[in-house]
């Protein structure tokens, strides 16, 4: 059988995403389905994180499915020594499909390999979390009506903000201009500069961050520029301040401009903004959920039309 | 110096003669194909003079041919070595270590967070760019060069 495992969407075609990115719509008309009746979508979470876990065990609840899983490693088999391996073999007996997070990198990719049922990655350390990538294009596609042609900002933390670089690689398809904003400590990473050479993605540096910086922004991405990233601290005390948005910056900018930030913020986006509506991060995380399901339904196969076809029958009711 | 008794490294009858071994590389090669373990009549040669590698390193084994598996292994270490198959005192076939597309549980991932460096499982390299040396792994995606690989 085909593994129909989401462990990437770095490869996803254009088509591909933009099918999910459909199926996606699909579910925000009409979040609460009867899709997943019978089924049992276990979350296993080798690491702990709050945000994803409730999206996923959201979006299997109001597709009709059961929850199983654990959230802290610490009582599970793994901390007496168990491996990766068995736990997936071992949970592949009682669910459908298995949406794992944990802390090494490929864990998930490792699991897809070896699981009968399909998996979805919801972050293996460093390296992917594909369900905060959709969403992060179903939050663009839906605020600018279109993924092409945009003026990307990616602000604060471009080293190891991993959902920064996921959404760069999966928006290749669609001729964005980025614009990276960062300490030179964070700075974009040459790997990720070199991918977007070879993939003829024109993009700007910049070290300072004011208005003048995102007047022509479509899209302002910002992320948490973290301590505990310095090796210098007086680094950090001087920049610390200086990748925080104020309401006042956004003054000038476009009208179509709209706020991102994968959450939690803590002190890089002021209170001030919230009640601006160019601030879209809380919907942003809604728009988690309908992607999740999205995601969900088409691991297990449902296809988008299925999932239209229900919408009619629902919308018909 | 003519009448000095030549030191004679046996002509083979049958084996295998690994040629163009970069000078530092030579006791990985050793190492790789397990050389300190085998029965067979062996010579090693080191820091002969190489108009391509400035130094190089020869391996003649008698009797012992070598799988394609166990050549790509050398690849990694190696990539220009050749291989002279020897039988009747004949090369018989030239061999060129190519550096396979893939390399599976040859190499060690050098990303500590790396699933294979913390689950008892093969690992996994995909050969990004072979002129360059750079080998990608399957499972966490980190690149790594081959000049600093670490064997498994």
């Known amino acids: 059988m085909e593994n129909r495992s989401l462990v990437t969407i770095a490869n996803h075609s254009k088509e591909r995403i933009l099918y999910l990115l459909e199926m996606a719509q699909e579910f925000e008309k009409k979040p609460n389905r009867h899709l997943l009746d019978q089924r049992i979508v276990a979350t296993l979470f080798f690491e702990p994180s709050t945000r994803t876990r409730l999206s996923f065990e959201t979006a299997a609840n109001r597709l009709g499915a059961k929850v199983i899983g654990f959230t802290d490693p610490k009582v599970t ?158 680094e950090y005390e001087r920049v610390k301040d200086v990748y925080i948005l104020h309401n006042k910056m956004l003054e000038h900018t476009r009208p179509n401009l709209r706020i991102l930030h994968p959450l939690p913020r803590v002190n890089e986006i002021a209170y001030d903004v919230d009640n601006n509506p160019k601030a879209y991060y809380f919907q942003q995380a809604q728009n988690g959920l309908y992607a999740r399901e999205a995601i969900l339904c088409d691991v297990l196969g449902i296809t988008l039309d299925e999932v239209k076809a229900d919408t009619n029958r629902i919308m018909n009711l | ?88 005192y004949e090369v018989v076939e030239k061999k060129e270590v190519v550096m396979p597309s893939e390399l599976k549980g040859i190499v060690k991932c050098n990303n500590p967070k790396c699933i294979t460096n913390n689950e008892p499982m093969q690992t996994w390299f995909h050969v990004a760019d072979k002129e360059q040396g750079i080998l990608k792994c399957h499972y966490c995606e980190k690149e790594q060069q081959v000049d600093n690989i670490k064997l498994i």
């Open chain 1, 77 to 234: 088999s793994s901390s007496k020594g168990e491996t990766l391996k068995d736990t997936i073999m071992m949970v592949s007996n009682y669910a459908d499909i298995i949406v794992m997070r944990h802390y090494l990198e490929g864990a998930a990719r490792y699991a897809s390999e070896i699981a009968p049922v399909p998996i979805v990655n919801a972050g293996d350390g460093a390296n992917q979390h594909p369900s905060q990538t959709m969403l992060d294009l179903y939050s663009i596609y839906k605020t600018q009506g279109t993924l092409e042609n945009l003026n990307i900002y990616l602000v604060g933390d471009l080293k190891y903000g991993r959902t920064v670089h996921s959404l760069l690689m999966a928006m290749r398809h669609f001729n964005p201009t980025f614009h990276f904003i960062a300490p030179n400590e964070l700075k974009m990473p040459e790997e990720y500069k070199l991918y977007c050479k070879e993939h003829h993605i024109h993009y700007e540096e910049h070290s300072d961050f004011n208005e003048e910086t995102i007047a022509n922004a479509d899209i302002l991405y910002m992320t948490r520029v973290q301590r505990e990233r310095f090796t210098d601290l007086m």
């Open chain 2, 1 to 88: 110096m003519s009448n000095k008794k030549e030191l004679q490294v046996a002509a083979l009858e049958n084996g295998t003669v690994i040629d163009h071994i970069p000078s530092d590389k030579l006791f990985t090669v050793v190492s790789l194909l397990d050389l300190q373990h085998m029965d067979s009549n062996i010579t090693i040669g080191n820091n002969f003079e190489s108009k391509k590698l400035g130094k190089k390193g020869i391996i003649k084994i008698a009797g012992r041919f070598f799988t394609d598996e166990e050549i790509s292994r050398l690849s990694v270490v190696a990539p220009n070595m050749k291989l002279n198959i020897i039988r009747n």
